[in-house]
């Protein structure tokens, strides 16, 4: 069974920088995706970044490209999501999910739907 625990949310001024990580356990196989989902008050729940477990590519929104930068450990059992330059705009609660490898890739990977498992969220509040 997979697990998924989220850590590393906080308050953070506008400008800084914050690190998220995601604990996963439970994976049978190299082969899977960790998505990066924020939901923010009122709005849909939108994807943030992917990263495949078998090449490690990376995806993410244009609304967060060249701020957020997701990696994993060598052992594929936490995977981290560093946020830095946060806007009020990036304030949400932010979820990690698992999916089948194939949804690491261009068109699946912010299809909230084609993860199957997910954290429990961490919410980040960026405030000055």
């Known amino acids: 069974q997979v697990q998924l625990v989220e850590s590393g949310g906080g308050l953070v001024q506008p400008g800084g920088s914050l690190r998220l990580s995601c604990a996963a356990s439970?994976?049978?196989?190299?082969?899977?995706?960790i998505g990066w989902f924020r939901q923010a008050p009122g709005k849909e729940r939108e994807g943030v970044a992917c990263?495949?477990?078998?090449?490690?590519?990376?995806y993410y929104a244009d609304s967060v490209k060249g701020r957020f930068t997701v990696s994993g450990d060598n052992a594929k059992t936490e995977v981290y999501l560093q946020m830095n330059s946060l806007k009020p705009e990036d304030t949400a609660v932010y979820y990690c999910?698992?999916?089948?490898?194939?949804?690491?890739?261009?068109?699946?990977?912010?299809?909230?739907?084609?993860?199957?498992?997910w954290g429990q969220g961490t919410q980040v509040t960026v405030s000055s």
């Open positions: 990263i495949s477990g078998s090449d490690g590519s990376t």
């Open positions: 999910a698992a999916g089948a490898s194939v949804v690491a890739g261009p068109v699946l990977w912010d299809n909230q739907y084609e993860y199957n498992d």
């Open positions: 439970g994976f049978t196989s190299d082969y899977y995706a």
